[in-house]
């Protein structure tokens, strides 16, 4: 499997600092691989993200003067929701009708999280 390395690595970040974000991003992959196993959780998990695409379809859909200040998405890393971004990134999202499964999205990033 190819992999690819996100930068992330800011000013002042040392070696040490690096070695252990590295670690931590395995340990969730490979604890998100094992949660994924599970056939229930990968059905439940399913269902949900079809009601949330749906969701924030209709969202989506409504006209601009409906829609209120603290909503959206510009303003904030779409994976922390608290600090600002400072880049995008690219994350696969599930895509039922892609070849692959997974469309690629571009996300706001905060770069620390
Ligand atoms: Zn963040």
Redesign the pocket.
Known sequence: MLRKRIETVSMGETAADIAVLDARRMRNKSYMRRWRANAKRRDRERVRRVARYSELKSLAARPESQKTDHEGTEG????????P?VREITRLRVCESAPGGFEKVLIP?????
Do not use: S
């Open positions: 904030v890393c779409m994976i922390c929701r608290r600090r971004p990033y905060c770069g620390e999280c």
